[in-house]
């Protein structure tokens, strides 16, 4: 007989559970031949008694999962790099993952990063559910967020940059050239990144005693279109801004097409900033002034952090943010 305080093994969670030792032993291992009603009644087992696991291993399988929320771009690529370059000296295999090409069929992604068993996940930009860390943490996989779309809960370490910081340099540095009708386009609002990067555009423009207009407050989503949109908005305003910033370089992309379409030059008579420092971005015309994010480094930090974690090593802090840096180009100027 079983209490509620007894790990239960897997044969004891079949004869409950009313399945074959195998069934549980898919579940447990994150197979997908299962029904969905048997896995939902061996999971809420689990989570009632406890699994007692057999140790079959000492040292975890040396892959590293990169779970993105969707592989758009150069960010994803950026981010790459730096966990790459971590992996290779403790000689990894990266295994990549893409939640937004996967929801069609719900949690195929993590099933597939549970059948790989790997050291860790790193979850970059994407906001897992709680049951999705609950899986994880019973299976000891460690995690660990960068970027964070929401502020982590619990202990889940994570790795962001200084993004209501580089929101204040970015606005500050239009202030110095003389903006003052200063426009912002920001990310989604549920992505902590944008929220602080808003934040930080507030703060300058209440520093520097000037109000917050509504109407220069642009709701992007960190995509192109997005940028092309708010811009080409907030452009035919009777009283339309000298300068733009765009909470980041794909959103500045757009604003530049807007500007084109308008007839407007950069920066002859519109200034326009962005925000990652991506390397595309330096080729366009003219090249870009932005906040650089230190990507590459914020994910070779995560990846280490993820290291020490699945050595069974405690880590000397679970919040680690990197500081941004103001790249001036060609693309801001005083205002005409």
């Known amino acids: 007989m079983t209490t509620e305080s007894s790990p239960l093994t897997i044969a004891q969670l ?25 896995r939902a009644a061996v999971e809420e087992l689990i989570r009632r008694h406890g699994y007692r696991r057999q140790r079959r291993r000492s040292t975890p399988t040396a892959l590293v999962e990169l779970v993105f929320h969707a592989l758009e771009g150069d960010y994803p690529v950026e981010i790459t790099k730096g966990v790459a370059q971590v ?17 069609a069929e719900g949690d195929a992604w993590l099933e597939g990063v549970l059948r790989r068993r790997p050291s860790g996940v790193i979850a970059v930009f994407s906001g ?20 964070p779309a929401d502020t982590p809960g619990g202990d889940v370490p994570s790795v962001g940059a200084g993004n209501w910081h580089g929101g204040l340099t970015a606005t500050r540095h239009l202030l110095d050239l003389g903006h003052r009708r200063i426009a912002i386009i920001t990310g989604p609002d549920s992505a902590l990144s944008s929220r602080a990067r808003l934040d930080g555009y507030r703060t300058a423009l209440d520093m520097a ?10 709701r992007g989503d960190f995509l192109i279109q997005g940028g092309l949109t708010e811009a080409l908005r907030m452009l035919r305003l009777p009283d339309r801004p000298t300068a733009v910033f765009a909470t980041n370089d794909g959103q500045a992309i757009g604003v530049y097409h807007a500007a084109h379409q308008l007839g407007l030059r950069i920066p002859d008579d519109l200034s326009v900033i962005g925000f990652d420092d991506l390397p595309s971005v330096r080729w366009a015309i003219p090249p870009l002034t932005t906040i650089r994010q230190p990507l590459a480094d914020m994910a070779a930090a995560a990846t280490s952090m993820l290291l020490t974690l699945a ?14 840096e103001l790249i001036i180009r060609a693309s801001t100027a005083p205002p005409a």
């Open 209 to 218: 005693g000037l109000p917050v207009d509504p109407e220069l407050i642009g």
């Open 311 to 324: 050595q069974g090593e405690q880590l000397a802090q679970t919040r680690v943010e990197l500081a941004t």
């Open 14 to 38: 079949a004869e409950l559970a009313g399945v074959s030792t195998a069934t549980v032993s898919k579940v447990v291992n994150g197979r997908s031949e299962v029904s969905s009603e048997t």
């Open 128 to 147: 897992l559910t709680l049951a999705q860390h609950d899986l994880l943490a019973r299976r000891e996989i460690p995690l660990v967020l960068l970027d």
């Open 87 to 103: 992996a290779r000296k403790h000689e990894l295999t990266v295994a990549v993952s893409d939640v937004h090409r996967d929801s």
